[in-house]
Structure formats: C-alpha cells, structure tokens
C-alpha cells in the first residue's frame, strides 16, 4: 500500500500524488473536460508546474513544493546546497500564499539537522501531506457549525479540494461535514476571472460530491446579494494577517463590501500567519498580462493596450465576520500575533 492509498476511505480527490520516483499533478488547466496527471521527475519541472497554474491554490501549490524539494533532494542525494536553492526558487513561485514559504522553511530546517537528507525530506513532506488532510477535515468540522440547512452559500475562486490534499479543502470541507450533519447546502460559485477556477475547478468537485450548485458570473454577485439569494459567504484565503486582514484571489473584497451592504455573513478559512501583522505586508502577486487578453486561445481585447492583473487583494478585517481555523472558529477583534 502507498503513502497516499492509506486516505482510500476519504475519498480525496487526490490534486498532488508523490510516488518516490516523481510528483504526479492533476493538470488543473485540463479540467474539468480533461483529468490527467502530469508525472514530473525533478523540482524545475514542479516549479514550472506551479508557476503556469497547472497546480494552484494555496495548499496544493504548498504540497507540490514539497514533494518537488523530496525529488531535488533525492536526485542530488541530499545536496544542501542545490535543496536549498531549489526552496528558492519554489518560494518564489507564488509569494502570497502562506502556507507555501512556511513548509520550505519547515523542510528546510529539518534538512539542515539531518544525516539522511533524502530520506527526512520525503518523510517531512509526507507528514505535512497527512497534516493537511488533518486541517481540510477540522476547519470543515469547525466551519461546519457556522451554517444551517437551506443555506445558500457563496464562494469565489477554488479553495476546496483541489486546493489542499484534496479532503475539501477550506470550503468543500465545510459542506462535506454539512452534510454529514443532515445540513443542506447550495453554492454559488463566482466563474472566477480569467483563470475560470470557479466554473471550472469548484463546480467540478461539487458535482463529484453530488452538491446543488449554481454558477454565476464574477458581477453577478451585487446582483444576487440585493435580490436575497445569498444567505452566507465562504471563502478561502491565502494568507491570513496577525489583525484578521484576508489576501484570497481578486475579487473577493468586493464581495465582502458588497456582502457588508446586505448585512450577509462573511466567513474566511486559510492559514494564518501570525509575523504578518496587516494585510499591507503582504506580497500580492501580479501576473502575466496574456492570461487576461487571452481567452480560450483567442485575443480578447485590442492590440497595444495596457493591463494591470493582481492576482489577490486584501479584504480588510472589518468586513470579517468569522474566521475558520483547524483550532476553532474565531470572531473580532481579531489577534493572531501571539
Ligand atoms: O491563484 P490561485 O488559483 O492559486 O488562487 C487560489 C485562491 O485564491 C484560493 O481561494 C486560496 O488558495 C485559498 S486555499 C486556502
């Protein structure tokens, strides 16, 4: 039995495998018409990976970095030196995403005490692997406390299983153990601009769990909100400042002001970082100018124009209303500093 067939029975839908030999990422540009598995062999090919979206979302990028520093330290046969510039270059990847700089730093650290580098790395990564599933199956626990049955939910972007270890992440989780709980749920789930993670990734696992669920269009949330169908929103984050302050993929401020005018709950789950004191310290990533002007391989706008793409904002603390942790559910005044 492998590493990852011991989770067989919570049926996770398994968006990073690690193999020993290479990193297997469920290709989440092919999806949801195609459901296919890169096999990657060394940790440039996992830093590409991440970096063109194949894996995305804040826990999924973070265990495909682990497992891509596993491959770098197998394949040098525990070269400190080439791993830890291999955990550069991964950092570099993403840089809003919490969760992603805090495991290099964790593997490295266990690295730098060992006397069977390969060996540790793998079982660290591992070990972050099984954590992971741990935190998707408590925040669903937790958030699970925070909804009725019959509620209608929003959520943006992806932040369920495709971004995590592939229990649920930090929004499908929730409605799994709604559901466990007798709870019915539906979800509106935003298209997500322009990398479509909404229609295209959260709409497919919904479906595989059998969710009622609805998509709209990023501007229809205003819309939705003023006509009374939206009772509650859930999104994920990617990382979480000390005061409560949320970066989560673009858009998801305007939906907090908009869900503060309509007096609707706005819950987050990610991971927190407490040396992040506010949402101002954190790195928001700006990408690639062609992923907007392209769309399904087709230019979109004219030639010669200027584009401005930040792939995050921040969602001030104020509009919070609740955030989910593995720990617990955690209301304002926010103070994760420690
Ligand atoms: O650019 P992406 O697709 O990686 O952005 C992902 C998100 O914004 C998710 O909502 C986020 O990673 C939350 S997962 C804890």
Redesign the pocket.
């Known amino acids: 039995m492998s590493f990852h067939d011991k989770f067989d029975d919570l049926k996770l839908l398994k968006p990073v495998i690690f193999t020993g030999k290479e990193v297997l990422l469920l290709d989440q540009t092919k999806l949801p018409e195609t459901e296919k598995y890169l096999k990657l062999k060394n940790c440039g090919e996992v830093a590409k990976a991440i970096k063109t979206?194949k894996v995305?979302?804040?826990?999924a990028?973070m265990l495909a970095a682990v497992y891509g520093l596993a491959l770098s330290a197998i394949n040098s046969k525990g070269n400190l030196k080439i791993l830890k510039k291999d955990a550069e270059i991964l950092k570099n990847t993403?840089p809003t995403?919490a969760?992603l700089s805090q495991a290099i730093d964790f593997i490295l650290r266990i690295a730098e005490k060992s006397s069977n580098v390969a060996e540790d790395v793998q079982q660290a990564a591992n070990w972050l692997f099984k954590k992971t599933v741990e935190m998707e199956i408590k925040v669903g626990e937790n958030g699970s406390k925070l909804f009725e049955g019959g509620d209608k939910v929003l959520t943006?972007?992806?932040?369920g299983a495709l971004?995590?270890a592939g229990y649920g992440?930090?929004t499908l989780s929730v409605f799994r153990k709604c559901r466990e709980k007798g709870k019915k749920i539906k979800v509106f789930v935003t298209e997500t601009r322009p990398?479509l993670?909404g229609a295209r990734l959260t709409l497919w696992e919904l479906k595989k769990f059998g969710f009622d669920a609805v998509l709209i269009t990023d501007n229809a949330v205003g819309y939705c909100m003023q006509k009374g169908m939206i009772d509650k929103v859930l999104?994920?984050?990617?990382r979480i400042a000390a005061n409560g302050d949320v970066a989560?993929?673009v858009g998801?401020y305007l939906i907090a002001l908009a869900a503060k005018k309509h007096k609707i709950p706005f819950y987050v789950?990610?991971?927190i970082d407490p040396k992040t004191k506010t949402g101002d310290e954190i790195k928001i990533?700006i990408r690639s100018p062609e992923e907007v002007l392209i769309f399904n391989g087709k230019r979109i706008a004219p030639k010669n124009i200027e584009v401005f793409y930040p792939?995050?904002d921040i969602t001030p603390h104020e509009y919070v209303t609740a955030i989910i942790t593995k720990d617990g559910v955690f209301k304002p005044p926010y103070n994760f500093g420690g």
């Open positions: 979206m995305r979302g804040g826990g990028i993403r995403a969760a943006h972007c992806n932040a971004a995590a992440g930090v990398y993670q999104v994920g984050a990617d989560n993929k998801t789950s990610g991971t990533e792939a995050f």
